[in-house]
């Protein structure tokens, strides 16, 4: 088997150990009606409703995602957005309320992110994030799910490139490294400026503002937003040229294609709106210049998804891609190298762990976690199970993942 071939039968080794099986579903829709379930003991959280959003309405969660929530307090059919001292207030009360019930862990008020959350870790070890009228973000996910069903490649190399980086442990907003939505419009962005293209420019799919149009009657604004991306999601794909690139194509470009984003995030930041490298001398939006990397969310400019990234996490994000990269793209390796590089050794089962850890076996590199060869490359540059009684009141009727996103696939 050549080099190529055998960088291929791995990504899809992989893809089949991280991707959601049924029991992970399962496991996420048991969680978000425990939540649903304690939001409605809560006296000042009555009539409230709660949502996913996230990856998990995007299907681009691995098996070890995270479940994020909203609780969306109700205005008749109009749309609401409670200040930040209503949601601290609220969230507060739900806090005591998930502490008492004993099956949660690791719980946490992160009051100073731009939007006040819970971070808590459920005892079936999925963290969860919940937040107050996170609409917005409810409706990104949307739109990312119908991204998917442009091209099946999207899901998988979103999928690849989130266990990369937590392979690499840079995936941790709140330490000062990417997190996944980042993560996830650098893809987008990869899939952008590939010949052909693979995505358009996303104002040419939506070219709103969601902070703006997430407004009124919501099942109005839901809507006309819904009925916008579908039209252009059609007008794309009729027109489109095909790129028939493979997995192993697609990966190797992304590294290649970010490998000096440290030295290029000094002038330029990524605009997945335009679809291409903007000077941040010329972005208003951006001046005066004032973080390491700058990731414009399409969906709700000017605000900048990598605000949190710090020097340092930039400067070991490029290192680990430009390793990834010298990696994937020699010739010679074996699968053992591969899969010490792309995939979190506890993603293994217990004979691949061994065969990855005993060079003898293999002839690989002894591996007890992902290496970054940071010499070479300084070198180079010179690196409760319980439901109340009105536990059916809003309550999803999905008996698996394929009902559950008929919820928000759009109808065209």
């Known amino acids: 088997m050549n080099s190529y071939s055998l960088v291929e039968k791995t990504l899809q080794r992989i893809l089949i150990l991280i991707k959601p099986k049924d029991d992970d579903w399962a496991v996420r829709f048991h969680i978000f009606q425990e939540v649903r379930d304690a939001v409605e003991s809560v006296e000042s959280l009555r009539g409230a409703t709660v949502e996913p ?24 059919s109009y749309i ?7 949601k601290e207030s609220l969230l507060a009360d739900l806090l005591e309320t998930l502490r008492s019930e004993g099956t949660w862990r690791k719980l946490r008020f992160v ?31 949307k739109l990312l799910f119908w991204i998917n069903e442009i091209d099946r490649r999207f899901h998988e190399i979103v999928l690849l490139v989130k266990e990369w980086a937590i392979a690499h442990d840079i995936n941790e907003s709140e330490s000062g490294a990417l997190h996944s939505y980042s993560l996830t419009l650098l893809v987008i962005f990869h899939f952008q400026t590939c010949v052909p293209a693979i995505l358009p420019p996303l104002k040419d799919l939506y070219p709103g503002d969601l902070a703006h149009d997430l407004s009124g009657v919501r099942t109005d604004a839901e809507k006309q937003i819904e009925e916008t991306f579908a039209l252009s999601m059609d007008r794309f794909r009729r027109s489109r ?53 700058y990731v414009e969310d399409p969906f709700e400019q000017p605000a900048n998804t990598a605000r949190t990234v710090t020097n340092i996490h930039l400067t ?44 003898k076996e293999t002839g690989s590199y002894n591996l007890s976690r992902p290496q970054v060869d940071r010499a070479s490359h300084q070198t180079r540059n010179s690196k409760n199970n319980g439901r109340s009684k009105n536990a059916n009141k809003n309550r999803p009727v999905w008996s698996n993942h394929n009902q559950a996103q008929q919820v928000w696939r759009p109808k065209h």
């Open 241 to 293: 040229k095909i790129n028939r690139s493979s997995l192993t194509d697609l990966l190797i470009s992304f590294f290649a294609k970010f490998s000096d984003i440290d030295e290029r995030a000094l002038v330029q930041g990524i605009n997945p709106y335009s679809g291409q490298w903007e000077d941040i001398g010329s972005n208003m939006a951006w001046l005066p210049r004032k973080y390491a990397l």
């Open 316 to 359: 070991r994000t490029a290192e680990a891609i430009r390793a990834t990269h010298d990696i994937l793209a020699a010739t010679g390796h074996n699968q053992a190298t591969l899969f010490a590089t792309l995939i979190r050794q506890d993603r293994l089962s217990p004979r691949t762990r061994s065969k990855v850890r005993n060079p």
């Open 53 to 76: 959003y996230g990856s998990f309405v995007s299907n681009l969660f691995t098996r070890r995602g995270d479940l994020d929530i909203s609780i969306q307090i109700l205005s008749g």
């Open 111 to 141: 009051n100073n992110a731009r939007i006040p959350f819970l971070k808590l870790e459920h005892n079936l070890q999925i963290s969860v994030d919940i937040s107050i009228n996170n609409l917005i973000g409810h409706m990104k996910a």
């Open 80 to 86: 609401t957005y409670a200040g930040r001292k209503q």
